[in-house]
C-alpha cells in the first residue's frame, strides 16, 4: 500500500499532474521526476525514505499514468515540461528546491538546471546523460550509437502498431523485464504497470517524449557531424550535483559518465556496478543513500548557483 497520497494538481501551463506528496511541507524540498515508460512510482523506495524529514513532490508526467496527456508531438518539447516542473513547484509555494530526475525525467531535470539555475538547489540525476555528453558520444562512439537505435524506433510512426503486437506484458518484458533484475519488480507493481498502459492513447502520448526531442540519433555506420551547437563552447553547471549510475545500463553506457566534470563544477558519481538502468527500485538502497549524503555534505546550498 502506498505511504504517500497522490493528488491531481492544475497547472498555469494548461495541464493537470497527479503527484505525489509526502512529509511535512515546511521541510527540505526534494522534487523526483521519473522517465519512460513509468510513473511517479519508479520513486516508491525514495519517497517513503525520504520523506520522514524533507517534503517530497513526485508527479506523474505529462503523457503518462494518471496525468494529463494532451495530443500533439510539439506538447512534449523538453522546454514546456520543464514549465510543467517549475509550475508545480509554484502552486506548491517553493521557490527553491532539490531536483532529483531519471531517465527522461533526468533529461528535462538537467535542462532544467541549466536554464533556471536560481530555482534549483542541488542536482540528482540518475542514469540519465548530460544532453552535451549524449549527443556528442551519438556521433562519436559507435557502440552509444547502436545502443540507442530504439529511439529511432520509437519515434516511427509503426511504433504503437509494434507495442499493440507485442502486448502490454510483452511490452514490460521488452522495455523494462528485459533490463533489469526482474526479481526486483513484485507482481503489483508490473500490474500497474499494464493498468497505466491501458489508457486511450497513452502509448502515443510517451512515445511523443522521443519525437519532441531534438537529439540526432545517426544510424550505425551513417557518417554524421552532428548539429551545430556541439562544436560550441557549452555552458557549465555550478550547483551541487549527484550523478547516480548503474553500469549494467544497456541502453545508456558507461561513456556518458566520460568529460561531465568539464560540464558540472561541483560534481559527485556514485556507481553501482550490479544495477541497471531501473536501479532507482531495483537498488533502491543506493539511490536513497547517495541521495541523503549528498544533501547532508552540500548543507544550506545557496540558490544562486548559475550556468557560466
Known sequence: MSTYETRRIPLS???????????????????????????????RHQIEDLSKDHFVIAPDQRGFAG?????????????????????LMDVLGVKHFTLVGHDWGGAVAWTAALT??????????VNAPHP???????IEDEAQREASQYINFFRSPLAEAGIT??????????????????????????????????????ITTMLNWYRASK???????????????????FPALRMPTLVVWGLKDVALLPVQ?????????????????????FITWEEPG???????????????????????
Open 13 to 43: 501551463t494548461g495541464v493537470t499532474l497527479n503527484v505525489a506528496l509526502a512529509g511535512p511541507p515546511d521541510a527540505e524540498p526534494i522534487l523526483f521526476l521519473h522517465g519512460f515508460p513509468e510513473s511517479h512510482r519508479t520513486w
Open 67 to 87: 496525468s494529463d496527456k494532451p495530443e500533439g508531438v510539439e506538447n512534449y518539447e523538453t522546454g514546456k515540461i520543464v514549465d510543467d516542473a517549475l509550475a
Open 116 to 125: 533556471h539555475p536560481l530555482r534549483v538547489k542541488r542536482l540528482v540525476i
Open 132 to 138: 552535451y555528453v549524449f549527443q556528442k558520444s551519438l
Open 165 to 202: 503486437a507485442l502486448g502490454l506484458k510483452g511490452f514490460l518484458e521488452k522495455a523494462i523485464l528485459g533490463h533489469s533484475d526482474a526479481s526486483k519488480l513484485p507482481e503489483e507493481e508490473r500490474e500497474l504497470y499494464i493498468e497505466d498502459w491501458k489508457q486511450p492513447g497513452v
Open 215 to 233: 537529439v540526432e540519433v545517426p544510424k550505425p555506420g551513417e557518417d554524421s557531424r552532428g548539429p551545430p551547437w556541439i562544436h560550441a563552447p
Open 257 to 277: 559518465l566520460a568529460g561531465l566534470d568539464a560540464l558540472v563544477k561541483d560534481l559527485r558519481i556514485v556507481t553501482s556496478p550490479s544495477g541497471s538502468h
Open 286 to 308: 543506493i539511490v536513497t543513500s547517495a541521495i541523503r549524503d549528498f544533501i547532508a555534505e552540500t548543507g544550506e546550498t545557496s540558490a544562486d548557483a548559475a550556468t557560466e
